[in-house]
Protein backbone atom coordinates (compact mmCIF):
# COMPACT_ATOMS: atom_id res chain seq x y z
CA UNK A 1 0.00 0.00 0.00
CA UNK A 2 0.99 3.60 -0.93
CA UNK A 3 -0.59 6.63 1.36
CA UNK A 4 0.73 10.08 0.09
CA UNK A 5 -0.58 13.15 1.80
CA UNK A 6 -1.54 15.97 -0.35
CA UNK A 7 -1.59 19.40 1.55
CA UNK A 8 -2.21 23.42 0.41
CA UNK A 9 -0.58 24.97 3.05
CA UNK A 10 0.24 28.30 4.47
CA UNK A 11 -1.70 29.37 1.43
CA UNK A 12 -5.42 30.98 0.91
CA UNK A 13 -8.03 27.74 0.87
CA UNK A 14 -5.79 25.20 2.94
CA UNK A 15 -6.55 21.88 2.82
CA UNK A 16 -6.03 18.04 2.45
CA UNK A 17 -6.08 15.58 0.54
CA UNK A 18 -5.34 11.95 0.79
CA UNK A 19 -4.29 9.10 -1.79
CA UNK A 20 -3.62 5.95 -1.27
CA UNK A 21 -3.02 3.36 -3.99
CA UNK A 22 -3.78 6.05 -6.84
CA UNK A 23 -7.36 6.88 -5.29
CA UNK A 24 -8.07 9.77 -3.87
CA UNK A 25 -9.82 8.60 -0.61
CA UNK A 26 -10.39 11.99 1.05
CA UNK A 27 -10.29 15.57 0.41
CA UNK A 28 -11.37 18.81 1.89
CA UNK A 29 -10.61 22.20 2.70
CA UNK A 30 -9.56 23.36 6.62
CA UNK A 31 -12.18 26.43 6.73
CA UNK A 32 -14.90 23.39 6.74
CA UNK A 33 -13.22 22.45 10.24
CA UNK A 34 -11.90 25.57 11.95
CA UNK A 35 -14.96 27.36 10.17
CA UNK A 36 -12.76 30.21 8.79
CA UNK A 37 -13.44 31.14 5.19
CA UNK A 38 -10.51 30.78 2.94
CA UNK A 39 -7.94 30.08 6.15
CA UNK A 40 -4.65 29.69 5.10
CA UNK A 41 -2.37 28.72 7.86
CA UNK A 42 -1.77 24.92 8.17
CA UNK A 43 -4.35 22.82 7.77
CA UNK A 44 -4.18 21.20 10.56
CA UNK A 45 -7.85 19.59 11.41
CA UNK A 46 -8.48 18.15 7.86
CA UNK A 47 -5.30 16.15 7.80
CA UNK A 48 -5.82 14.41 10.82
CA UNK A 49 -9.42 13.56 9.38
CA UNK A 50 -8.00 12.68 6.01
CA UNK A 51 -5.93 10.26 7.46
CA UNK A 52 -8.42 8.82 9.94
CA UNK A 53 -10.86 8.63 7.31
CA UNK A 54 -8.43 6.44 5.23
CA UNK A 55 -7.02 4.43 8.49
CA UNK A 56 -3.81 5.61 7.75
CA UNK A 57 -2.10 5.98 11.11
CA UNK A 58 0.79 8.60 11.15
CA UNK A 59 3.88 6.22 10.63
CA UNK A 60 2.24 4.38 7.86
CA UNK A 61 2.49 7.67 5.59
CA UNK A 62 4.67 7.00 2.61
CA UNK A 63 4.66 10.72 1.36
CA UNK A 64 3.89 14.11 2.18
CA UNK A 65 3.29 16.17 -1.05
CA UNK A 66 3.04 19.97 -0.38
CA UNK A 67 1.88 22.70 -3.70
CA UNK A 68 4.67 24.93 -2.99
CA UNK A 69 8.18 24.85 -3.92
CA UNK A 70 10.30 27.43 -2.48
CA UNK A 71 12.72 26.83 -5.26
CA UNK A 72 10.70 26.91 -7.99
CA UNK A 73 11.54 29.75 -10.55
CA UNK A 74 14.12 31.35 -8.18
CA UNK A 75 16.22 32.53 -10.29
CA UNK A 76 13.95 34.67 -11.74
CA UNK A 77 12.83 35.52 -8.27
CA UNK A 78 16.41 36.43 -7.63
CA UNK A 79 16.65 39.01 -10.50
CA UNK A 80 14.06 40.70 -9.76
CA UNK A 81 14.40 41.00 -5.93
CA UNK A 82 18.59 42.53 -7.29
CA UNK A 83 16.77 44.74 -9.60
CA UNK A 84 13.90 45.99 -7.90
CA UNK A 85 14.91 45.74 -4.33
CA UNK A 86 12.00 44.87 -2.72
CA UNK A 87 11.11 45.91 1.06
CA UNK A 88 12.66 44.80 3.96
CA UNK A 89 8.93 43.48 5.31
CA UNK A 90 7.58 42.05 1.67
CA UNK A 91 11.45 39.99 1.67
CA UNK A 92 10.72 39.04 5.90
CA UNK A 93 6.96 37.84 5.01
CA UNK A 94 8.26 35.62 2.09
CA UNK A 95 11.11 34.24 4.06
CA UNK A 96 9.20 33.09 6.90
CA UNK A 97 6.18 32.01 4.72
CA UNK A 98 9.20 29.60 3.00
CA UNK A 99 10.67 28.37 6.26
CA UNK A 100 6.88 27.56 7.25
CA UNK A 101 7.16 25.39 3.88
CA UNK A 102 10.13 23.98 4.56
CA UNK A 103 9.06 22.50 8.35
CA UNK A 104 6.26 21.00 6.93
CA UNK A 105 6.87 17.72 8.78
CA UNK A 106 7.10 19.55 11.98
CA UNK A 107 3.60 21.05 11.51
CA UNK A 108 2.49 18.06 10.50
CA UNK A 109 3.64 16.07 13.91
CA UNK A 110 2.16 18.50 15.51
CA UNK A 111 -1.13 18.57 14.33
CA UNK A 112 -1.32 15.25 14.94
CA UNK A 113 -0.19 15.02 17.98
CA UNK A 114 3.28 12.45 17.76
CA UNK A 115 6.74 13.07 17.57
CA UNK A 116 8.61 14.54 14.12
CA UNK A 117 10.30 11.04 14.18
CA UNK A 118 7.24 9.42 14.39
CA UNK A 119 6.89 10.33 10.64
CA UNK A 120 8.57 8.45 8.56
CA UNK A 121 6.82 10.24 5.22
CA UNK A 122 9.24 11.47 2.47
CA UNK A 123 8.63 15.27 1.56
CA UNK A 124 7.85 16.25 -1.72
CA UNK A 125 7.79 20.16 -2.38
CA UNK A 126 5.75 20.47 -5.80
CA UNK A 127 5.41 24.19 -7.36
CA UNK A 128 2.00 25.25 -6.74
CA UNK A 129 1.22 25.57 -10.67
CA UNK A 130 2.63 22.05 -11.59
CA UNK A 131 0.30 20.80 -8.20
CA UNK A 132 -2.64 22.87 -10.36
CA UNK A 133 -2.39 21.00 -13.68
CA UNK A 134 -1.70 17.56 -11.70
CA UNK A 135 -4.95 18.29 -10.41
CA UNK A 136 -7.13 18.85 -13.28
CA UNK A 137 -5.04 16.32 -15.63
CA UNK A 138 -4.18 13.35 -13.60
CA UNK A 139 -8.03 13.03 -12.17
CA UNK A 140 -9.29 13.85 -15.78
CA UNK A 141 -10.71 11.08 -18.22
CA UNK A 142 -8.41 11.90 -20.79
CA UNK A 143 -5.14 10.12 -21.61
CA UNK A 144 -4.05 13.03 -23.64
CA UNK A 145 -4.67 16.64 -23.24
CA UNK A 146 -3.62 20.08 -22.87
CA UNK A 147 -3.86 21.89 -19.48
CA UNK A 148 -4.21 25.23 -18.72
CA UNK A 149 -3.59 26.71 -14.73
CA UNK A 150 -4.44 30.15 -14.53
CA UNK A 151 -4.50 32.04 -11.03
CA UNK A 152 -3.35 34.93 -9.21
CA UNK A 153 0.06 33.71 -8.04
CA UNK A 154 1.76 30.83 -6.42
CA UNK A 155 5.60 30.61 -6.54
CA UNK A 156 6.42 33.20 -8.48
CA UNK A 157 4.05 32.12 -11.46
CA UNK A 158 0.59 32.85 -12.74
CA UNK A 159 -0.02 30.77 -15.52
CA UNK A 160 1.24 27.67 -16.96
CA UNK A 161 0.32 25.55 -20.15
CA UNK A 162 1.17 22.09 -20.45
CA UNK A 163 0.65 18.79 -22.37
CA UNK A 164 -0.20 15.66 -20.22
CA UNK A 165 -0.20 12.06 -21.78
CA UNK A 166 -0.25 9.13 -19.35
CA UNK A 167 1.19 9.70 -16.39
CA UNK A 168 3.45 12.33 -17.33
CA UNK A 169 3.28 15.85 -18.34
CA UNK A 170 5.83 18.67 -19.65
CA UNK A 171 5.14 22.32 -18.93
CA UNK A 172 5.12 24.35 -22.22
CA UNK A 173 4.99 27.68 -20.95
CA UNK A 174 4.78 30.34 -17.81
CA UNK A 175 3.97 33.98 -17.12
CA UNK A 176 5.81 34.86 -14.12
CA UNK A 177 5.33 37.80 -11.55
CA UNK A 178 4.31 40.41 -11.98
CA UNK A 179 1.92 39.42 -14.79
CA UNK A 180 -1.41 37.76 -14.16
CA UNK A 181 -4.50 37.38 -15.49
CA UNK A 182 -6.08 36.58 -11.33
CA UNK A 183 -4.07 39.49 -10.16
CA UNK A 184 -6.24 41.53 -13.26
CA UNK A 185 -9.49 39.97 -11.96
CA UNK A 186 -8.97 41.41 -8.16
CA UNK A 187 -7.54 44.16 -8.88
CA UNK A 188 -10.67 45.45 -10.77
CA UNK A 189 -13.10 43.57 -8.58
CA UNK A 190 -11.14 45.73 -5.19
CA UNK A 191 -12.16 48.81 -7.24
CA UNK A 192 -15.43 47.99 -7.62
CA UNK A 193 -15.73 47.72 -3.64
CA UNK A 194 -15.64 44.13 -3.28
CA UNK A 195 -12.21 43.67 -0.91
CA UNK A 196 -12.46 40.24 0.52
CA UNK A 197 -10.40 37.17 -0.60
CA UNK A 198 -12.82 35.70 -3.10
CA UNK A 199 -15.12 38.26 -4.07
CA UNK A 200 -14.15 37.53 -7.79
CA UNK A 201 -17.33 35.45 -7.98
CA UNK A 202 -19.43 38.18 -7.51
CA UNK A 203 -18.03 40.47 -9.88
CA UNK A 204 -18.53 37.18 -12.51
CA UNK A 205 -22.59 37.13 -11.49
CA UNK A 206 -22.73 41.51 -11.59
CA UNK A 207 -20.99 41.85 -15.02
CA UNK A 208 -23.91 40.31 -17.40
CA UNK A 209 -26.07 43.75 -15.58
CA UNK A 210 -23.23 45.95 -17.88
CA UNK A 211 -22.51 47.05 -21.21
CA UNK A 212 -18.93 45.74 -21.50
CA UNK A 213 -18.19 47.90 -25.30
CA UNK A 214 -18.14 51.33 -22.89
CA UNK A 215 -14.49 50.08 -21.25
CA UNK A 216 -13.19 47.73 -23.26
CA UNK A 217 -10.63 49.32 -24.86
CA UNK A 218 -9.65 50.64 -21.30
CA UNK A 219 -9.10 47.15 -20.23
CA UNK A 220 -7.56 46.31 -23.39
CA UNK A 221 -4.73 48.43 -22.42
CA UNK A 222 -4.54 47.08 -18.94
CA UNK A 223 -4.41 43.74 -20.06
CA UNK A 224 -2.50 43.13 -23.52
CA UNK A 225 -2.39 39.53 -25.52
CA UNK A 226 1.49 38.65 -26.39
CA UNK A 227 2.09 35.76 -27.98
CA UNK A 228 0.43 32.52 -26.57
CA UNK A 229 0.25 34.23 -23.47
CA UNK A 230 -0.55 37.53 -22.22
CA UNK A 231 1.28 40.66 -19.96
CA UNK A 232 -0.55 43.25 -17.68
CA UNK A 233 0.35 47.23 -18.73
CA UNK A 234 2.24 47.50 -14.96
CA UNK A 235 0.88 51.44 -15.05
CA UNK A 236 -2.42 50.05 -13.66
CA UNK A 237 -0.79 47.93 -10.42
CA UNK A 238 0.84 48.53 -7.17
CA UNK A 239 1.97 44.80 -6.80
CA UNK A 240 4.89 44.67 -8.70
CA UNK A 241 6.54 47.29 -6.00
CA UNK A 242 5.50 46.10 -3.09
CA UNK A 243 4.66 42.58 -4.27
CA UNK A 244 1.11 41.12 -3.17
CA UNK A 245 0.60 42.33 0.15
CA UNK A 246 -1.34 38.94 1.41
CA UNK A 247 -1.45 38.13 5.19
CA UNK A 248 -3.82 36.04 7.46
CA UNK A 249 -2.29 35.16 10.78
CA UNK A 250 -4.01 31.86 10.82
CA UNK A 251 -7.42 33.88 9.97
CA UNK A 252 -8.93 34.72 6.55
CA UNK A 253 -6.62 35.74 4.13
CA UNK A 254 -6.98 39.65 3.22
CA UNK A 255 -5.02 41.32 0.12
CA UNK A 256 -3.84 44.89 0.19
CA UNK A 257 -5.02 47.68 -2.33
CA UNK A 258 -3.32 46.39 -5.55
CA UNK A 259 -4.88 49.20 -8.21
CA UNK A 260 -2.53 51.99 -9.47
CA UNK A 261 -4.12 55.83 -9.53
CA UNK A 262 -3.97 55.29 -13.09
CA UNK A 263 -6.74 52.54 -12.82
CA UNK A 264 -8.64 55.16 -11.24
CA UNK A 265 -7.69 57.98 -13.69
CA UNK A 266 -8.87 55.40 -16.35
CA UNK A 267 -11.97 54.67 -14.91
CA UNK A 268 -12.87 56.91 -12.17
CA UNK A 269 -13.48 56.95 -8.48
CA UNK A 270 -13.35 53.47 -6.80
CA UNK A 271 -16.74 52.42 -5.46
CA UNK A 272 -16.42 52.19 -1.88
CA UNK A 273 -18.21 49.00 -0.10
CA UNK A 274 -21.72 49.51 0.69
CA UNK A 275 -22.32 52.05 -2.09
CA UNK A 276 -25.00 52.14 -4.19
CA UNK A 277 -24.29 49.65 -7.84
CA UNK A 278 -25.10 51.99 -10.74
CA UNK A 279 -24.94 51.13 -14.78
CA UNK A 280 -21.49 52.53 -14.41
CA UNK A 281 -19.94 49.85 -11.76
CA UNK A 282 -22.11 47.53 -13.77
CA UNK A 283 -20.25 48.34 -17.48
CA UNK A 284 -16.66 48.06 -15.46
CA UNK A 285 -17.57 44.75 -14.60
CA UNK A 286 -18.80 43.57 -17.65
CA UNK A 287 -15.93 45.01 -19.97
CA UNK A 288 -13.00 43.54 -17.00
CA UNK A 289 -15.38 39.99 -17.82
CA UNK A 290 -15.06 40.50 -21.10
CA UNK A 291 -11.20 41.10 -21.35
CA UNK A 292 -10.73 38.40 -18.82
CA UNK A 293 -12.57 35.90 -21.74
CA UNK A 294 -10.48 37.18 -24.53
CA UNK A 295 -7.57 36.84 -23.22
CA UNK A 296 -8.60 33.11 -21.69
CA UNK A 297 -9.66 32.38 -25.61
CA UNK A 298 -6.48 33.55 -26.84
CA UNK A 299 -4.85 31.34 -24.30
CA UNK A 300 -6.78 28.60 -24.74
CA UNK A 301 -6.67 28.84 -28.75
CA UNK A 302 -3.30 28.83 -28.78
CA UNK A 303 -2.83 26.16 -26.64
CA UNK A 304 -4.56 24.19 -28.89
CA UNK A 305 -2.92 25.16 -32.08
CA UNK A 306 0.56 24.33 -30.46
CA UNK A 307 -0.39 21.26 -29.24
CA UNK A 308 -2.65 19.95 -31.41
CA UNK A 309 -4.92 18.50 -28.76
CA UNK A 310 -8.35 17.48 -28.13
CA UNK A 311 -8.53 17.89 -25.03
CA UNK A 312 -8.38 20.53 -22.18
CA UNK A 313 -8.00 20.33 -18.84
CA UNK A 314 -8.43 23.70 -16.28
CA UNK A 315 -7.29 24.56 -12.71
CA UNK A 316 -5.95 27.50 -10.43
CA UNK A 317 -8.43 30.02 -9.21
CA UNK A 318 -9.13 31.70 -12.24
CA UNK A 319 -10.55 28.59 -14.05
CA UNK A 320 -13.29 28.92 -11.69
CA UNK A 321 -14.97 31.68 -13.99
CA UNK A 322 -17.69 29.96 -15.03
CA UNK A 323 -18.92 32.18 -17.87
CA UNK A 324 -14.96 31.92 -19.89
CA UNK A 325 -15.38 28.07 -19.73
CA UNK A 326 -18.31 28.39 -20.90
CA UNK A 327 -17.23 29.22 -24.17
CA UNK A 328 -13.95 26.83 -24.30
CA UNK A 329 -15.71 24.44 -26.19
CA UNK A 330 -17.96 26.41 -29.10
CA UNK A 331 -15.51 28.86 -29.51
CA UNK A 332 -12.06 26.95 -29.34
CA UNK A 333 -11.15 23.29 -31.41
CA UNK A 334 -11.50 21.72 -28.15
CA UNK A 335 -14.22 18.75 -27.60
CA UNK A 336 -13.42 17.53 -24.36
CA UNK A 337 -13.20 19.37 -21.31
CA UNK A 338 -12.17 18.72 -17.95
CA UNK A 339 -12.39 21.56 -14.84
CA UNK A 340 -11.09 20.22 -11.45
CA UNK A 341 -14.03 20.87 -9.26
CA UNK A 342 -11.74 22.25 -6.54
CA UNK A 343 -9.77 24.70 -9.12
CA UNK A 344 -9.21 27.24 -6.83
CA UNK A 345 -5.88 26.55 -4.33
CA UNK A 346 -7.29 23.71 -2.28
CA UNK A 347 -7.26 21.34 -5.50
CA UNK A 348 -3.65 21.97 -5.22
CA UNK A 349 -3.40 19.34 -1.76
CA UNK A 350 -5.04 16.81 -5.03
CA UNK A 351 -2.95 17.70 -7.23
CA UNK A 352 0.71 17.87 -5.74
CA UNK A 353 -0.71 13.79 -4.09
CA UNK A 354 -1.11 12.94 -7.87
CA UNK A 355 2.19 14.64 -9.13
CA UNK A 356 4.01 11.98 -6.53
CA UNK A 357 2.20 9.10 -7.37
CA UNK A 358 2.15 9.73 -11.25
CA UNK A 359 4.96 11.86 -12.44
CA UNK A 360 7.81 10.86 -9.35
CA UNK A 361 6.70 7.16 -8.48
CA UNK A 362 5.91 6.43 -11.98
CA UNK A 363 2.90 4.92 -11.62
CA UNK A 364 -0.02 4.64 -13.98
CA UNK A 365 -3.23 6.41 -14.14
CA UNK A 366 -6.81 4.25 -12.76
CA UNK A 367 -8.51 6.91 -10.96
CA UNK A 368 -11.02 9.53 -12.46
CA UNK A 369 -12.43 12.41 -10.33
CA UNK A 370 -15.93 12.16 -11.34
CA UNK A 371 -17.38 13.83 -8.03
CA UNK A 372 -16.26 16.32 -5.84
CA UNK A 373 -17.69 14.02 -2.56
CA UNK A 374 -14.60 13.52 -0.91
CA UNK A 375 -15.23 15.13 2.74
CA UNK A 376 -16.57 13.87 5.63
CA UNK A 377 -19.63 11.45 6.31
CA UNK A 378 -22.01 11.07 8.95
CA UNK A 379 -23.50 7.61 10.80
CA UNK A 380 -27.51 7.91 10.87
CA UNK A 381 -26.56 7.96 14.59
CA UNK A 382 -24.91 11.00 14.36
CA UNK A 383 -27.95 12.40 12.14
CA UNK A 384 -30.76 11.65 14.73
CA UNK A 385 -28.09 12.99 17.49
CA UNK A 386 -28.11 16.29 15.86
CA UNK A 387 -31.60 16.57 16.22
CA UNK A 388 -32.05 15.67 19.38
CA UNK A 389 -29.50 17.63 20.98
CA UNK A 390 -31.23 20.28 19.79
CA UNK A 391 -34.73 19.32 20.81
CA UNK A 392 -36.22 18.71 17.55
CA UNK A 393 -38.20 15.97 16.47
CA UNK A 394 -37.57 14.53 13.44
CA UNK A 395 -38.98 11.75 11.41
CA UNK A 396 -37.36 8.82 9.72
CA UNK A 397 -39.18 8.58 6.31
CA UNK A 398 -37.84 5.63 3.98
CA UNK A 399 -36.15 6.69 1.07
CA UNK A 400 -39.61 6.12 -1.42
CA UNK A 401 -41.74 8.42 1.04
CA UNK A 402 -38.50 11.03 1.71
CA UNK A 403 -38.10 12.07 -1.85
CA UNK A 404 -41.69 12.37 -2.72
CA UNK A 405 -42.48 14.31 0.06
CA UNK A 406 -39.54 15.93 0.26
CA UNK A 407 -40.51 17.01 -3.51
CA UNK A 408 -44.32 18.17 -2.40
CA UNK A 409 -43.00 20.16 0.13
CA UNK A 410 -40.24 22.04 -2.73
CA UNK A 411 -43.13 22.18 -5.22
CA UNK A 412 -44.90 24.06 -2.56
CA UNK A 413 -42.47 26.94 -1.90
CA UNK A 414 -41.16 25.78 0.75
CA UNK A 415 -37.32 26.05 1.19
CA UNK A 416 -35.14 22.82 2.16
CA UNK A 417 -31.96 22.26 3.96
CA UNK A 418 -30.38 18.99 2.24
CA UNK A 419 -27.71 17.31 4.02
CA UNK A 420 -27.05 13.79 2.30
CA UNK A 421 -23.83 11.42 2.35
CA UNK A 422 -20.19 12.89 1.85
CA UNK A 423 -19.46 16.59 2.01
CA UNK A 424 -18.08 18.32 -1.06
CA UNK A 425 -14.28 19.35 -2.09
CA UNK A 426 -13.97 22.53 -3.71
CA UNK A 427 -16.37 25.78 -3.97
CA UNK A 428 -19.56 24.94 -5.07
CA UNK A 429 -22.28 22.59 -2.78
CA UNK A 430 -23.80 19.97 -4.92
CA UNK A 431 -26.37 18.00 -3.68
CA UNK A 432 -24.83 16.81 -0.43
CA UNK A 433 -24.72 20.15 1.48
CA UNK A 434 -27.27 22.26 -0.33
CA UNK A 435 -29.74 24.67 0.14
CA UNK A 436 -32.46 23.68 -2.55
CA UNK A 437 -35.73 25.43 -3.73
CA UNK A 438 -38.39 25.57 -6.44
CA UNK A 439 -36.69 27.23 -9.43
CA UNK A 440 -39.92 28.06 -11.51
CA UNK A 441 -40.81 31.03 -8.72
CA UNK A 442 -39.96 34.33 -9.73
CA UNK A 443 -39.50 35.24 -6.44
CA UNK A 444 -37.57 32.53 -4.83
CA UNK A 445 -34.36 34.72 -5.51
CA UNK A 446 -35.73 37.42 -2.85
CA UNK A 447 -37.35 34.83 -1.00
CA UNK A 448 -33.82 33.57 -0.51
CA UNK A 449 -31.64 36.41 -0.01
CA UNK A 450 -34.28 37.76 2.57
CA UNK A 451 -34.79 34.89 4.93
CA UNK A 452 -31.20 32.99 4.47
CA UNK A 453 -28.20 33.69 2.30
CA UNK A 454 -28.70 37.71 2.45
CA UNK A 455 -25.78 38.18 -0.69
CA UNK A 456 -26.18 40.89 -3.07
CA UNK A 457 -29.04 41.11 -5.13
CA UNK A 458 -27.70 40.87 -8.22
CA UNK A 459 -25.98 37.34 -8.09
CA UNK A 460 -27.83 34.38 -9.52
CA UNK A 461 -28.79 31.35 -8.48
CA UNK A 462 -27.68 28.19 -9.79
CA UNK A 463 -29.50 25.11 -11.47
CA UNK A 464 -29.14 21.39 -11.30
CA UNK A 465 -30.39 19.35 -13.62
CA UNK A 466 -30.70 15.73 -14.26
CA UNK A 467 -28.01 15.10 -16.88
CA UNK A 468 -30.18 13.74 -19.57
CA UNK A 469 -32.57 16.46 -19.85
CA UNK A 470 -29.82 19.50 -20.36
CA UNK A 471 -29.70 19.73 -24.23
CA UNK A 472 -33.82 20.36 -23.53
CA UNK A 473 -33.39 23.37 -21.14
CA UNK A 474 -29.85 25.12 -22.18
CA UNK A 475 -28.12 25.56 -25.44
CA UNK A 476 -24.98 23.18 -24.34
CA UNK A 477 -25.46 20.09 -23.40
CA UNK A 478 -22.18 18.86 -22.18
CA UNK A 479 -21.30 17.30 -19.05
CA UNK A 480 -21.20 19.79 -16.25
CA UNK A 481 -20.93 17.82 -12.81
CA UNK A 482 -19.07 20.47 -10.87
CA UNK A 483 -21.02 23.92 -11.27
CA UNK A 484 -17.98 25.62 -13.41
CA UNK A 485 -19.78 26.13 -16.58
CA UNK A 486 -22.40 28.41 -17.64
CA UNK A 487 -24.58 27.81 -20.72
CA UNK A 488 -27.27 29.78 -22.38
CA UNK A 489 -30.88 28.82 -21.24
CA UNK A 490 -33.15 27.61 -24.32
CA UNK A 491 -35.66 30.96 -25.02
CA UNK A 492 -38.64 28.49 -24.84
CA UNK A 493 -37.50 27.50 -21.29
CA UNK A 494 -36.54 31.35 -19.53
CA UNK A 495 -39.66 31.97 -18.12
CA UNK A 496 -40.13 28.63 -17.20
CA UNK A 497 -37.30 28.60 -14.58
CA UNK A 498 -36.87 32.44 -13.86
CA UNK A 499 -35.15 31.74 -10.51
CA UNK A 500 -32.23 30.30 -11.87
CA UNK A 501 -31.99 32.04 -14.90
CA UNK A 502 -29.54 34.83 -14.95
CA UNK A 503 -30.41 38.42 -16.64
CA UNK A 504 -28.78 37.51 -19.68
CA UNK A 505 -30.07 34.04 -20.08
CA UNK A 506 -27.92 31.61 -18.47
CA UNK A 507 -27.42 29.18 -16.02
CA UNK A 508 -23.78 28.18 -13.67
CA UNK A 509 -25.70 25.03 -13.92
CA UNK A 510 -25.08 21.31 -12.35
CA UNK A 511 -25.64 18.25 -14.33
CA UNK A 512 -26.57 15.91 -11.81
CA UNK A 513 -26.11 11.74 -12.96
CA UNK A 514 -27.69 9.01 -11.30
CA UNK A 515 -24.80 6.75 -10.66
CA UNK A 516 -22.92 9.68 -9.03
CA UNK A 517 -25.05 11.08 -6.77
CA UNK A 518 -27.86 9.29 -6.68
CA UNK A 519 -29.92 10.39 -3.35
CA UNK A 520 -29.70 14.22 -5.17
CA UNK A 521 -30.83 12.66 -8.61
CA UNK A 522 -33.67 10.93 -7.48
CA UNK A 523 -35.11 14.27 -5.57
CA UNK A 524 -34.96 16.02 -9.02
CA UNK A 525 -36.34 13.27 -10.57
CA UNK A 526 -39.36 13.22 -8.31
CA UNK A 527 -39.42 17.34 -8.45
CA UNK A 528 -39.39 17.03 -11.97
CA UNK A 529 -42.48 13.86 -12.13
CA UNK A 530 -44.53 16.53 -10.18
CA UNK A 531 -43.83 19.55 -12.19
CA UNK A 532 -42.57 18.68 -15.41
CA UNK A 533 -39.29 20.84 -14.71
CA UNK A 534 -36.41 18.23 -13.61
CA UNK A 535 -34.68 21.22 -12.12
CA UNK A 536 -33.74 22.14 -8.39
CA UNK A 537 -32.78 25.74 -7.58
CA UNK A 538 -28.83 25.05 -5.56
CA UNK A 539 -27.29 27.22 -3.78
CA UNK A 540 -24.74 26.11 -1.12
CA UNK A 541 -25.64 25.39 2.75
CA UNK A 542 -24.28 27.98 5.01
CA UNK A 543 -25.48 31.58 5.89
CA UNK A 544 -22.38 33.52 5.52
CA UNK A 545 -19.67 31.07 6.98
CA UNK A 546 -18.19 28.68 5.37
CA UNK A 547 -20.57 25.88 4.15
CA UNK A 548 -21.66 23.03 6.71
CA UNK A 549 -19.78 20.22 7.28
CA UNK A 550 -21.53 18.31 10.69
CA UNK A 551 -24.84 17.27 11.03
CA UNK A 552 -24.86 19.98 14.47
CA UNK A 553 -23.65 22.53 11.96
CA UNK A 554 -26.70 21.91 9.65
CA UNK A 555 -28.93 22.37 12.45
CA UNK A 556 -27.50 25.28 13.59
CA UNK A 557 -28.27 27.14 10.26
CA UNK A 558 -31.56 25.54 10.14
CA UNK A 559 -32.31 27.30 13.37
CA UNK A 560 -30.68 30.75 12.86
CA UNK A 561 -32.25 31.03 9.21
CA UNK A 562 -35.61 30.45 8.10
CA UNK A 563 -35.37 27.68 6.30
CA UNK A 564 -39.19 25.01 6.34
CA UNK A 565 -37.75 22.16 6.49
CA UNK A 566 -34.59 20.19 7.10
CA UNK A 567 -33.25 16.69 5.73
CA UNK A 568 -30.22 14.71 7.34
CA UNK A 569 -30.09 12.02 5.23
CA UNK A 570 -33.73 9.96 5.65
CA UNK A 571 -34.82 12.54 9.08
CA UNK A 572 -36.56 15.16 8.24
CA UNK A 573 -37.76 18.05 10.28
CA UNK A 574 -39.77 21.12 10.35
CA UNK A 575 -39.31 24.10 11.03
CA UNK A 576 -41.56 24.32 14.26
CA UNK A 577 -39.78 21.88 15.44
CA UNK A 578 -42.53 18.74 14.33
CA UNK A 579 -40.93 15.63 12.41
CA UNK A 580 -42.55 16.02 8.72
FE1 LIG B 1 -3.34 28.85 -7.29
Given at each position: ??????????????????????????????????????????????????????????????????SRDPRANVGQKLLRTIRHGPSARYLT????????????????????????????????????????VASAFFVSPF????????????????????????????VLERVLFPHSLGIFYTAVTQWLGFPKYGDEGKVMGLAPYGNPEKHLEAMRDIVQTSGNLFTLNLDYFTHHDEGVDMTWDEGSPTIGR??????????GPARESGDAMTSH????????????????????GRLHESTGATNLCLAGGVALNAVANGRIRPETAFDGLYVQPAAGDSGTAVGAAYDVWNQTLGSPRAFVMTHAYTGPRFSDEELAAAFAA??????????????????ERIAAGDVVGWFQDRMEFGPRALGHRSIVADPRRPDMKDVLNARIKHREPFRPFAPSILAEETAEWFEQD?????????????????????????????????TVERDVSPRYYRLIEEFGRLTGVPILLNTS?????????????????????????????NYVAERDGAGA
Open positions: MTTILGLNAYHGDAAAALVVDGELVAAAEEERFNRIKHVAGFPALAARWALAEGGVAPEQLDHLAVARLRNAAKIRDVRTALADSLGVERGALRARVHNVEHHRAHADAAVLSVDGFGDFCSTMTAVGHDNSFRIYSDRLVQALYEDVAAAMQKRLEEVYLHIAAGISARRLDNEELFRRVAYTSPFMVLVYKTRPEKRELIPAVNHVDDTGRLQFNENEPIVRTPVEAVETFLKTHMDLLVLG
